[in-house]
């Protein structure tokens, strides 16, 4: 069964950086689109950016885009979310997922991980 878990989280002032790790068990990681998305307190989940499975097309949400790059090191199986100029608002548990599919557009999200809490102080 694929597992996926995330690290990386942490406690950190606006304006500072964190790099997300989510490593993933399973064979063929490279045929897979992989995600990350977020869960702020009181908030439904949303997505944060995606990869697909050769990491050579991504999407980042408008919210994060410039500060957030998703990238994919498919030798070792881990998937990762820089995060730079964080705010406030980026604060939420993040979760890495594992697509069924390799590209981002159909994207159907199979696996979960338990998350890592970002918490950004003003």
């Known amino acids: 069964q694929v597992q996926l878990v995330e690290s990386g989280g942490g406690l950190v002032q606006a304006g500072g950086s964190l790099r997300l790790s989510c490593a993933a068990s399973g064979r063929m990681f490279s045929s897979y689109a992989m995600g990350w998305f977020r869960q702020a307190p009181g908030k439904e989940r949303e997505p944060v950016g995606a990869i697909s499975g050769g990491g050579g097309d991504t999407n980042i949400s408008d919210s994060v885009k410039g500060r957030f790059t998703i990238s994919r090191d498919n030798d070792k199986n881990v998937l990762y979310l820089q995060m730079n100029n964080l705010k406030p608002e980026d604060t939420a548990v993040y979760y890495c997922?594992?697509?069924?599919?390799?590209?981002?557009?159909?994207?159907?999200?199979?696996?979960w991980g338990q998350g890592t809490q970002v918490t950004v102080s003003s």
């Open positions: 997922a594992r697509s069924e599919t390799f590209i981002i557009s159909a994207a159907r999200w199979r696996y």
